[in-house]
Every structure is written in C-alpha cells, then in structure tokens.
C-alpha cells in the first residue's frame, strides 16, 4: 500500500515534470528478487535512480544490490513522497543531479521550479 502511494506520486511527478520512469523495477542478483517502487531514468546516477523504503535499503540489501548494478539508490519515506509535491520533488531530483543528455535537461532543472 505504501509502495504503491509511493509508485503513484511518482508517476504524478512523471506527467508533471515530464520525467521517464518505470514502476515497478525489479533486479535479480543471486537467485533473489528485488523489487523496487521504480526507477527514474537520468537522474542519481548514469544508470538512474532505483527507489525503495528506507527499511529495504537498510535492512533489505535494497542499496547493495543496486549499486552493484550501476544504480543510485534511494530510500524514500512515505510521510514526504507518498503525495505528490512539486517542489519537494524537484529538490530532490536536483540533489540526485542530472546524468541524462545535456540536450535534454528539463527545463524546470535550470529554472528552480
């Protein structure tokens, strides 16, 4: 239910900012399954950033495995990304950095809204 809170907030952030991700994300390393809420392309890392609940990337081994797969990872707290929140999310986009094609920075990054 969280997760999906989560999911669909991003997915509002998508529309809005105009962002490419896909939700949910799955990894396999070592015969285990690891699903994150999504992954959003170009920022975070070259890769992107993979998101989870801060009790996987903690206590789950969420972080590991994504960065063994080139990801950034980030572990997101339903009480701040379970609703969608412009500027919340931008700041958080601009602190993960772009790692996307300079031709296609959102304008929105630049800008500061």
Do not use: H
Not at 8 to 21: K, S
Not at 54 to 60: F, K, R, Y
Request: aromatic share 16%.
């Amino acid at each position: 239910m969280i997760k999906d809170q989560i999911a669909n907030a991003w997915l509002m952030a998508a529309r809005d900012l105009d962002l490419d991700i896909v939700s949910p994300f799955v990894l396999v390393q070592d015969e285990q399954r690891y699903e994150f809420i999504a992954l959003i392309k170009e920022f975070g890392s070259p890769q992107g950033t993979l998101l989870c609940l801060p009790e996987e990337w903690d206590d789950s081994g969420f972080a590991i495995v994504a960065e063994n797969n080139d990801f950034y990872c980030s572990g997101l707290y339903a009480q701040s990304y379970s609703r969608y929140d412009r500027q919340r999310f931008v700041e958080t986009l601009k602190d993960w950095g772009w790692f996307g094609d300079k031709s296609n920075v959102p304008p929105w990054y630049d800008t500061g809204s």
